[in-house]
């Protein structure tokens, strides 16, 4: 348009257009913007990974995308993490130390200290809020687990959830661990993904990895300048222990050979690849108490069937993972986006002794963190064998510790451990613009997941924020070890690392190394440490702690001075005050709870508060007339629950109790019903009595059923269908997710008193004991 006709249109306007553009900076407010050539960012964070589990790291499971990073970059092979998962992932995405960061247990626990708070501080940026700030595309799949559990549902506060901690996108579970065949519940964004029945073949890692790729692309179609980060935290090879029929088919019988050899085989081929020096010995088997191993070859036939098919599942998990970084590898090669990327793939801590010493198809029977004693291979178990379904969707497995033992070669001990075997794991860093002329080396120095973000930092010519939203940020507890990838020989800047987790606790300074095992239920008064000196002994055989008593009392006070630092005490062995105390904002979840036909599943821990320990009613409200069917309440999955059902005119009751079922006898509905009632009664002892009734009359009982407490039921209450995971395969076999045909109007939950031995109950006498003494 002319100036003239700008006149015409807009009287007085003239040539102030013009004016304006020539003479103003911008009409638009500043937006973040990356340099030019920034690189791309990709972590990828397996969960339960061992030392050894990878091919360039001794492994004879192959993992060809991984070991292609290392020869385009350099293993770090005396990298360091914590021994526990939502530590390691705090300590990577703020470069503060766990308990800095308020992070030093699990996020399920909130006890009300501040080095366990169970959330992300406020005031401390993210790796992504970094990131994001400095022009980057951020997004992230896979497992969170960095908030409170009485925040994950879409009622609790998401302020340390991914969205609000800088991701841009998020796809994956905000918990501990979930089922790879039928996923209990995942999030996009910020919402649950409502999900009635998974496709058949679905898995997991693959749903992960395809949302993975779709991000990437999806960022560099629209806009081939912008650097993006990714961060794909595994759920891989945390347990269950699940994976694809084909792919464990591929390792049948790798495994028969037990863990004493694989040990010795992989010590053989770390030492050929440099990863340990070439005159290296094993450590005997752990023999810690309650976490000690046996020889392979003391099993019997069929226990060594059995416990060598967990290992042929992990195997194949393995390979996932691997197949997930080929497929994001290709995805940025297809893009021309490869060679300026950085990838980091490393584990959140060492593989897991969780399965105890013979190994379970269900793993919430003998997981936790106590000691319990573990029962012989069962009946079930060579069951499960013979018809072939570990791994698959009806079994919840772990492998036994021998395993992990053995994953975690050269190291002693294992997760949750202060030992090396706790918090040693393998590190790739590959960045081919940059390495490609020292792809495949090895690099010695003391690297901690603390130092990742303000590595990063450095590499990509950032700042680390000192703010966030208005409140002064700590500085990183990690330090940068950018130096050490063009330079071999850089000395480490890392010199000192106190490690606590669960009771265990350790030190590292300037090359030696001092460390407790805890032994639970013991006072931590009686604790002994144990003293090594790295250079000559990397993987902790020999207790210098009487010879170097004077170094051994400095090593000490160097770990009560960090732990006070870092707000460590006080030290709980995760079955005291960790497991009892709950923030105020759990009494409300055990509320009575109504609940209409048609809604989500409700969220798993709203729905185990309402059964937790205690007595507690369901009654549903319905019409009920011959013929209809379905089910009624479901609670749980395949780990465990109950579910209440009509079938052929006749009402039913199944628990699943770890993989075993509970009947009840069948009780006949000849006419129209309007009111059906389970009534569970808590009497002590961990069992539970129930009955079953309609219109008032009581039509069958069940007793001695086992609690389910802790995480149990896994999956949440569904009224009306039982979605995803079923509680009962043969149910689901016959029917699918079985939704009620008759018209329901509502079922709700009323919680009852607590059992005499419930854990508020022993906690308010703990209290009670503990004002007398005042």
């Known amino acids: 348009m002319t100036d003239q006709r700008q006149q015409e249109h807009y009287p007085g306007f003239g040539g102030k257009i013009g004016k304006i553009i020539a003479t103003s900076e911008s009409w638009w407010p500043p937006r973040p913007t990356a340099p030019a050539d920034a690189p791309n960012v990709v972590i990828v964070l397996a969960d339960d990974l061992g030392f050894s589990d990878l091919g360039c790291f001794g492994s004879e499971i192959p993992t060809p995308a991984i070991d292609e990073l290392a020869a385009t970059g350099v293993r770090y092979t005396n990298f360091h993490v914590t021994p526990l998962c939502s530590p390691t992932r705090a300590a990577l995405l703020t470069g503060l130390n766990s308990h800095h960061a308020g992070m030093g247990f699990v996020a399920n626990a909130n006890p009300g200290f501040p080095g366990y708070a169970g959330e992300l501080p406020h005031n401390q940026s993210t790796l992504a809020e970094m990131l994001r700030d400095n022009g980057y595309a951020t997004m992230a799949v896979g497992k969170w ?8 549902s879409v009622a609790g506060d998401t302020h340390s959830w991914p969205l609000q901690r800088g991701f841009d996108q998020y796809y994956g579970f905000l918990e501990a661990l979930t089922d790879f065949h039928f996923p209990h519940q995942l999030y996009e964004g910020n919402n649950p993904v409502h999900v009635d029945e998974y496709p058949e073949g679905y898995y997991l890692t693959d749903d992960l990895t395809d949302r993975a790729c779709r991000m990437i692309r999806d960022v560099k179609t629209t806009d081939p300048d912008k650097p993006l980060f990714l961060y794909y935290a595994h759920g891989a090879v945390h347990a269950p222990l699940h994976a694809k029929a084909d792919d464990i088919a591929r390792h049948r019988g790798n495994y028969d050979k037990g863990w004493d050899q694989l040990r010795e085989e992989r010590l053989a081929r770390q030492k050929e690849l440099g990863i340990v020096p070439p005159d290296a010995q094993l450590p005997s088997r752990n023999p810690e108490p309650n976490e000690d191993v046996r020889a392979w070859d003391s099993y019997s036939e069929d226990e060594r069937r059995v416990m060598a098919r967990y290992m042929e599942v992990y195997a194949a998990m393995v390979e996932s993972i691997d197949e997930s970084v080929a497929r994001i ?15 980091v793939f490393t584990s959140d801590n060492g593989a897991s002794r969780e399965g105890r010493a013979q190994g379970s198809t269900s793993y919430f029977t003998h997981s936790g963190t106590g000691a319990r004693p573990s029962p012989p291979v069962s009946e079930f178990e060579l069951e499960a064998l013979e018809a072939d379904v ?7 497995p772990h492998y036994p510790r021998g395993w992990a033992m053995a994953c975690n070669t050269p190291f002693r001990l294992y997760k949750i451990t202060a030992h090396r075997g706790g918090h040693s794991v393998p590190m790739v860093l590959s960045w081919p613009a940059r390495t490609e002329a020292i792809g495949g080396e090895l690099r010695p120095q003391y690297t901690h997941i603390t130092d990742l973000m303000p590595t990063l930092a450095d590499l990509l010519g950032l700042n680390v924020p000192t703010e966030r939203h208005g409140q002064a940020s700590d500085a990183p507890d990690g330090v940068s070890f950018a130096a050490s990838l063009d330079d071999p020989s850089a000395p480490s800047d890392h010199t000192e690392q106190y490690i606590e987790c669960i009771g265990h606790r350790g030190i590292y300074r300037d ?8 032994e639970h239920h013991t006072p931590f008064s009686s604790d002994r440490w144990e003293l090594f000196n790295l250079a000559d002994d990397f993987n902790e055989r020999n207790d210098l702690a009487d ?4 170094k051994l009392d400095e090593l000490v006070q160097a770990w009560e001075e960090a732990a006070w630092r870092n707000r460590v005490f006080p030290l709980d062995e995760a079955s005291g005050l960790f497991r009892t105390l709950k923030p105020p904002e759990h009494a409300k979840l055990t509320r009575e709870l109504r609940i209409l036909p048609g809604s989500p599943t409700v969220e798993r821990l709203r729905s185990s508060r309402l059964i937790a320990g205690g007595n507690f009613t369901v009654t549903v409200d319905l019409h009920h007339r011959p013929g209809d069917q379905g089910v009624l309440v479901a609670h749980g999955s395949q780990a465990s629950g109950y579910v209440l059902y009509i079938e052929n005119d006749a009402l039913c009751f199944v628990v699943n109790s770890s993989g075993r079922y509970l009947t ?3 009780m006949g509905l000849s006419g129209e019903c309007r009111q059906i009632v389970l009534d569970v009664q808590a009497p002590g ?10 219109d008032g009359q009581v039509g069958s009982t069940l007793s001695g059923i086992p609690q389910m407490i802790g995480f149990l039921p896994w999956q949440g209450i569904d009224v009306g269908i039982n979605r995803r995971s079923p509680v009962s395969w043969d149910i689901y076999q016959r029917h699918g997710t079985f939704p009620y045909t008759g018209t329901l109007h509502q ?3 009323t919680p009852g008193p607590p059992a005499p031995d419930a854990d508020e109950v022993l906690l308010e006498e703990f209290r009670e004991f503990g004002m007398a003494l005042e």
């Open 664 to 666: 009840a006898d069948p």
């Open 747 to 749: 079922v709700t939950y």
């Open 329 to 343: 590898s290709a995805e940025l090669e297809a893009l021309g986006q490869l060679d300026n990327t950085i990838f």
């Open 390 to 396: 570990i791994g698959g969707p009806t079994t919840w």
């Open 685 to 694: 002892g961990r069992i539970w009595n129930a009955s079953v009734g309609a």
């Open 145 to 152: 687990h960095l908030c409170l559990e009485s925040d994950l």
């Open 511 to 518: 090359g030696w190394s001092a460390a407790i095992f805890h």
């Open 547 to 550: 010879a170097e008593p004077e």
